[in-house]
């Protein structure tokens, strides 16, 4: 793990929680106190009504698989070893749309419209990336 | 907008040549575009009061170096979507008073100076996933599309195809050498569904656009382009993911088009040319359901046989695009729809050429409609 040489997530406090979460296998969202609106990415405001009071709601990591692309080409030095690797789009059952990759090998045959469920991955002793498995 | 139809006339363009200029700065390549563009029009460049400045880097080094002290001075961020961003703030200039002569100048030394789209040291929100570069976004959107409505990258290659062939009329294009679908099926794949053919390219270059109203245009050197539509629509809530629409900005494109044509009083049918933003051949496919010259989902169909071609029924990126003339970021696609209603353009002219259409679809979508003065 010491030489995970992947990109981590940027450093920025918005996104915190939804890392911490992740850490103890649980996929956030952030949601407005004040009107409920719920998205992925956080933002400081409400895009809705402006509140500032923001939270992080607990999702099912339930979802469906909107759309999957392979890259053949590493824009990083980490990923040289992986291409070509995956990336998947997956609308949680909750509404926002995630990007991430499957675990493993991807669902066979893929579809738009197949189910999904999250799954955890610990990348560092920080951090732990969510990925998707066939539901 | 509707009152400012036919009132603001393109009456000089420029643009350098295309390539990989390592020799040349930005602001050197910008002051041949507006050199070219002056001498375009016969104008006495002291009479330009208006400076809108994109890519390059500082708006006061560029009036410095060109000998200018606008009225009105803009600096646009560097990029892709900000060219008929530009045009229409130049529009808005002028109508008011702000100037009375405003020259645009867009230059690029992506090419020489080795930029690259994706894996940015600022790190984003879905880099952890190895998701990165505009290219990948536009590969998840025409997934999509080839999920919802059976597009296929053959038809994709249509588009390729096409553009290439047109750079080949075209002396100052880039890539000229013609492709067949075979070669395009056959280009080495960067995040599929695209392959190398479906991505536009780097290189050097600059434009320069100077516009002025219709009035003041009759007294200079050449016939006036009037800019007789526009229509605009942005789509920031839905941009969590860079570049990437989930409805392939279907709304925004309608509603752009829609104004524009309204504006005109042209619709589809009576367009003679379209430039399209093409920073990735897909955005081509979104660009036509969108505007309504097909049905939606039926751009794949649309495209086949040659449909984009010079001497198809919707000729469509006559100087090649970004895909093959140059990476001038729309820019270059203005030029070319000027160039096309003045006759201008030897052997890719299209014939009888009377209603031009620029659109880029993007989170910021434009669309302008422009006439033979």
């Not at chain 1, 995630?98 to 738009?112: D, E």
């Not at chain 2, 998701?131 to 588009?159: C, D, I, K, N």
């Not at chain 2, 955005?283 to 505007?291: A, K, R």
Request: include cysteine.
């Amino acid at each position: 793990m010491l030489t995970y040489n992947k990109p981590l997530p940027p450093d920025d406090p918005l996104f915190a929680p939804f890392w911490a979460n992740a850490r103890s296998r649980r996929l956030s969202i952030q949601c407005c106190r004040a009107c409920g609106d719920r998205r992925f990415p956080p933002g400081p405001v409400c895009p809705r009504c402006l509140s500032e009071d923001q939270d992080w709601d607990t999702v099912s990591g339930r979802g469906t698989l909107v759309s999957w692309v392979r890259f053949h080409r590493a824009y990083w030095a980490g990923f040289v070893q992986e291409i070509p690797y995956d990336c998947c789009l997956v609308q949680l059952e909750e509404g926002p749309l995630l990007v991430s990759n499957f675990a493993g090998p991807p669902p066979a045959p893929l579809r738009s419209g197949l189910p999904l469920r999250v799954v955890f991955e610990d990348i560092t002793d920080r951090y732990t990336l969510p990925k998707f498995v066939a539901a | 907008m509707m009152h400012l139809k036919n009132k603001i006339a393109v009456v000089g363009v420029g643009t350098t040549a295309y390539g990989t200029f390592p020799e040349i700065d930005d602001y050197g390549l910008a002051a041949r575009a507006f050199r070219n563009a002056v001498d375009d029009c016969g104008l006495d460049k002291g009479r330009i009061d208006g400076l809108l400045c994109c890519r390059v880097p500082f708006y006061a080094r560029m009036g410095e170096i060109l000998g200018l002290d606008p009225r009105w001075t803009i600096q646009l961020p560097p990029h892709g979507r900000m060219a008929g961003m530009a045009v229409v703030e130049a529009m808005i200039a002028l109508e008011t008073g702000a100037a009375d002569y405003v020259a645009l100048l867009y230059a690029n030394i992506g090419r020489s100076r080795r930029v690259n789209y994706g894996g940015e040291e600022v790190a984003g929100v879905w880099d952890p996933w190895g998701f990165t570069s505009p290219g990948a976004a536009h590969a998840m959107m025409f997934r999509m599309h080839m999920e919802r409505y059976g597009t296929t990258t053959r038809q994709l290659g249509e588009v390729s195809v096409a553009f290439r062939r047109h750079a080949g009329l075209h002396p100052d294009a880039v890539m000229k050498t013609p492709i067949t679908l075979d070669d395009h099926a056959a280009a080495r794949p960067i995040v599929e569904p695209l392959r190398l053919l479906d991505y536009c390219l780097i290189n050097d270059g600059a434009v320069c656009l100077i516009l002025t109203t219709a009035e003041r245009a009759r007294d200079l050197r050449k016939p006036p382009v009037l800019i007789s539509g526009v229509g605009a629509r942005d789509a920031f809530r839905r941009s969590a993911i860079p570049n990437f629409d989930p409805d392939f900005w279907y709304a925004e494109t309608r509603e752009a088009g829609e104004a524009a044509y309204r504006m005109a009083g042209v619709g589809p049918a009576d367009v003679d040319a379209l430039m399209c933003y093409d920073n990735f051949s897909p955005t081509v496919l979104f660009s036509l359901e969108g505007l309504g010259f097909c049905g939606r989902g039926e751009a794949g169909a649309f495209v086949e046989g040659g449909r984009l071609q010079i001497d198809g029924d919707l000729p469509t990126n006559t100087d090649g695009g970004h895909l093959s003339n140059s990476y001038m970021q729309g820019w270059a696609l203005n030029v070319e729809a000027v160039r096309q209603l003045r006759g201008e353009c030897g052997a890719r002219q299209v014939a009888n050429c009377e209603v031009v259409q620029y659109v880029a679809v993007t989170p910021c979508t434009r669309s302008i409609i422009y006439t033979r003065g």
